[in-house]
């Protein structure tokens, strides 16, 4: 027999439990990760080919994101606390690439090299037309878990960073340097340092385990507001 309230279930569903899967946020992580795996091998030739660290270090975004779609697909079944794991996992992730391209950025301030800026912004308009796509698909699940939070904050990390790559080919046209490219690159950097942090801060209080009951104390507290 189904249960007719919250209340009247909590005897019997663990507080931990997998919540019933909405279809519809399965399908969203199956149209993400595709979406993500064939830009990852677009912005990745197209990087390579233009010599350009935002387009790489976008490339790189995009493989990272569609593994982190991939993992939530795992646990989309699991209890709060596997859910919650996959998610500091993920923000982990996310931390450990903004480092990657701040190193990458330093190391082509010392090479000289300048970007080919047409491919920079005709490759970085198909990325923002793909990660807008999924940031909508993904903007009704903003504000679940940690998990799901995750996902809504890489797509819209990512089509922010669409922008400043199309922003970074024009600075490259203007001036014929590669300043812009790596200005773009630091700034994509800090966003992924900053949402790796949010999402990994959110899971472990998630994890952290409820404050224990304590019964003397709350005997002596009421002592002492209502004394005899």
């Given amino acids: 027999m189904a249960c007719a309230c919250h209340a009247s279930c909590s005897t019997e569903t663990p507080a931990n439990a ?4 909405d279809p519809r946020w399965r399908r969203a992580l199956w149209i993400a ?13 197209a990087g390579l080919q233009a ?6 270090a976008d490339a790189v975004d995009f493989a ?25 996992v993920k923000g982990a992730t ?6 990657f391209v701040l190193a990458r950025a330093g190391w082509l301030l010392n090479s000289g090299s300048v970007p080919d800026p047409l491919t920079m912004g005709a490759v970085g ?5 793909a990660n807008a796509g999924v940031a909508m698909l993904l903007f009704a699940f903003r504000t679940g878990d940690a998990n799901m939070r995750s996902v809504w904050l890489c797509s819209r990390n990512d089509a922010l960073s ?8 024009l600075g490259v046209f203007g001036t014929g340097s590669a300043w812009p490219d790596l200005v773009v690159a630091a700034v994509m950097a800090v966003l992924a340092l900053t949402a790796g942090l949010a999402v990994m801060r959110q899971a472990r209080n998630e994890l952290a385990p409820p404050p224990a009951h304590n019964p003397t104390v709350e005997a002596q507290t009421v002592v002492i507001a209502h004394p005899d």
Avoid at 64 to 88: E, H, I, K, P, T
Avoid at 94 to 99: K, S, V
Avoid at 162 to 169: G, I, R
Wanted: aromatic share 10%.
């Fill in 64 to 88: 990272g994101d569609a593994a982190n779609y991939a993992l939530s697909l795992a646990v989309l079944s699991m209890a709060l606390v596997w859910r919650s794991r996959a998610a500091f």
């Fill in 162 to 169: 669409n922008l400043a790559v199309m922003a970074a080919a």
């Fill in 33 to 45: 990760l595709v979406v993500n795996a064939a830009m990852f091998a677009v912005e990745l030739v």
């Fill in 94 to 99: 996310m931390f450990a690439y903004g480092l």
């Fill in 18 to 21: 997998a919540p019933p899967i």
């Fill in 125 to 129: 308009f198909v990325a923002l037309l």
């Fill in 51 to 56: 010599n350009s660290v935002s387009l790489l």
